[in-house]
């Protein structure tokens, strides 16, 4: 996933953060109501949205930088 992501334009990591935020909204509106709940995915989820968010910011020190 992080390889994949320094191939990706920010509009498109921002398509994915934003994607990726709304299905952790959804899985947490999900359980509220069934009590089931998957550490695993909710992790996963998690670190998805911290690999872009270090990838959009490492481009934006980068920019600044040159």
Same mark, same amino acid.
């Given at each position: 996933m992080a390889k994949d992501l320094k191939n990706k334009t920010e509009k498109e990591l921002q398509k994915a953060l934003n994607e990726a935020r709304?299905?952790?909204r959804k899985f947490r509106f999900s359980i509220s109501g069934s009590g089931k709940l998957s550490l695993k995915e909710v992790r996963k989820? *998690? *670190?998805?949205i911290a690999q872009i $968010?270090?990838? $959009? #910011? /490492? #481009?934006?020190i980068e /920019? *600044?930088?040159k």
């Open positions: 709304e299905e952790v989820m *998690k *670190k998805q $968010l270090t990838e $959009l #910011r /490492s #481009r934006d /920019s *600044k930088n």
